[in-house]
């Protein structure tokens, strides 16, 4: 037995969280797309921290109803005013450019302009990010603030763009377990400059897998990090045997913000990723709620689509679409926070550690309570938890009939399960419990 939260527990997560940040940061410039150099260049970063295999599938290439698109790059991107001076430049900020634009290089009036101008009156010092990935189009994105200083006259507009036969870029991090039985996590890798939406994800999930490498796990891991959408289309249809292996999974994303978890369940809604996600959130002493399934929001929408119906549910902090700063210039590396993410890396890791020792056991001494005073097992390590570290042993050993998991001994008795597999950690070395065949941990899940 083991546990893959002890360590964390014990370290202090202030230096874990601005090396996270870090990461988020080198990560921040880059131009990503759903296809590209972006992309690849973001993989090659994560795979300075873990060991990724890069896997590129040809433009063309049919994906269930879905067709690979063309491959995507910028070099360079402006207006220019009449005086010939640059008044929006892709090199400040690359959410200027509507994402997937087509090449451009025109003159013409500030009306005709103004068409392909893309803006937030509400926040009007925020720059959106817009996309146009199946539908060939080209436009700048600028604050309201900026728009409103363009006066007449004829514009230069240039997007120095190629939109090419290529490729579709992703990455996959395969950790093998003792079961081939698979954990699967997800995270999209497709949004440019923004930090919460995107470069939080793939930090939590980067530092998740270097904490799992090399370690003696039950399952086996693969992290996939994707451009949203066509990317997991991508990896379903090319993987639709392995997809039987997947016994649970996460998409993580949004997770590095000051708010609390929210926990969107996977369409089964019982799953055992829900089951311990609601418990890890339950007891995490921050904030959070659980979010029944719907068919919107992130990749989840392909894991949980009728045919595959995986139990793969979606870990956020704040949730998509509700706060302001969503696919705006303002989530920025000051909106995700050092602690959130370390905190958030704490969360996943504790649900992992669940998904790890959740088993069924069996009371060795099942005749009347076992005499546990004579064993040292009625006095308490602790000190000031001790009822509950005591009430944690009677749960474990009442409800241990081979049919019980520890996690529904943790639902039952409303314990954090860190305690009840403590306390079944114990009763095992006192040779009062013992492990019931993991064959029977599926017949109740
Ligand atoms: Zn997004």
Known sequence: MMSLLGELNRTDLAPLGREMHRFAAELFPICRSITGKGIRETLGRIQSKIPLQTLEVPSGTQVFDWTVPKEWNIHDAYIADPS???????????????????????????????????TIPEHPDWIPYRTSYYKEDWGFCLSHHQMTRLEDGEYTVCIDSTLREGHLTYGECYLAGRSSEEILISSHACHPSLANDNLSGLAVATFLARHLAGRDLRYSYRFLFLPGTIGAITWLSRNREAVGRIRNGLVLTCIGDAGGFHYKKSRRGNGEIDRAAAHVLRHCGEPAEVLEFSPYGYDERQYCSPGFNLPVGCLMRSVWGTFPEYHTSADN??????????????????????????????????????????RGLYETTGGEVGGEEIMARLWVLNLSDGQHTLLDIAEQSGIVFSRIWAAADLLCRKGLLSVASDEQVKSTV
């Open 333 to 374: 590396l000051d909106f995700i926070r050092p602690l959130s993410l370390a905190n958030s890396l704490r969360v996943c890791t504790a649900i992992l550690d669940v998904l790890e020792n959740n088993r069924c056991y069996r009371n060795e001494r099942p005749y009347c309570e076992p005499q546990l005073g004579r």
């Open 84 to 118: 010939g001076k640059r008044v929006v430049d892709f090199q400040k900020s690359n959410l200027h450019v509507l994402n997937y634009s087509v090449p451009v290089n025109e003159r013409m009036p500030l009306s005709n302009l103004k068409g392909h101008l893309h």
